[in-house]
């Protein structure tokens, strides 16, 4: 006679339900599986936070916030970014198009700019050497004997590339952007695009890593020029003509930003009803509000 089998019979039993934060084993690693990803992805979004947050602050920089007045100091943003004064402009990465960046300003040019009615160049702006020559990544000059602004942008086939835009309204404020966007140059005068030009032999514009000037005060004649800023002086020379930059121009300034990307209509409308600062650099007070047909032309 066999003997009954009297043994209990093992059999595996799962929970009838899951659920995120219970008690059984499987709904604890779904959990702890659950928050890691949750981790995780926090981790992600906050990196890319910061990078935008950095990313921001290299593709838009505040040279000059303020309203800087012209005098027999010039105005300098320091370039290093060692320096705790630093206004660091880090040249343009290739976008699409290319190398593209933007410089804008509002400027106010007096009439005492035009008293000695000569042709020399009278400096607002430029990006290089103490003096006005030849780094001008950009530079910005009003000639002497009309109210003509004068852009220059270096490119690698030649220093001396610029481009004169005529009729600039004086005793008024006017906002003007500098833009390049691949081999281009594009020049906007209170939102209107007046130039649009190809800068020399198709190349690229010329960044340098030099200071940025504002109403410079340096006088220096250029007897002759370089045809090239990656030659030396025993190149060829492109003219045998005089070339004066003579001192700063008469007026004021403000608001000049820096953008490491070209510009649009609209971000180019945006910054143009900012309107220039009210304060005043240097001096313990601020100046009248620029939002009246007292500084605003349509030119």
Known sequence: ???????????NSFPSSVSFGGSDPLSQVLTGVALVAAVYFTMLFAEYIYQSYLAMFRDRVEIFPNTYA??????TAIQDPKSPLAKT?????????????????????????FSNGDDKLYH??????????????????MKGNSNTLRVYMNCYKTWNNYADIDNI???????????????????????????????????????NYGEIYLFNQRKITIPSTTASLMTGTDESQVSSGELNFNGAAKGLASRVFYFAYALTYTEIQNLI????????????MSITPYLTDQWWTTA
């Not at 402009?89 to 700019?113: A, H, K, M, P, W």
């Not at 009803?273 to 313990?284: A, D, F, L, R, W």
Request: charged share 10%.
């Open 1 to 11: 006679m066999q003997a009954a089998n009297t043994g209990a019979v093992r059999t």
């Open 124 to 141: 607002i702006l430029h990006k290089g050497y103490s003096k006005p020559y030849p780094l001008l990544g950009p530079g910005l000059f």
């Open 169 to 207: 309204p004086i005793e008024k404020w006017v906002h003007v952007v500098v833009s390049c966007k691949g081999n281009q140059l594009y020049v906007y005068i209170n939102g209107n695009l007046k130039t649009k030009m190809a800068l020399s032999g198709n190349t690229p514009p010329y960044q």
């Open 89 to 113: 402009v880090y040249t343009s990465d290739n976008q699409r198009s290319g190398v593209e960046f933007s410089y804008s300003l509002f400027c106010y040019i007096t009439s005492d700019t």
């Open 70 to 75: 012209s005098g027999s100091l010039s105005h």
């Open 273 to 284: 009803s900012m309107g220039p600062s009210p304060v005043m650099e240097g001096v313990n």
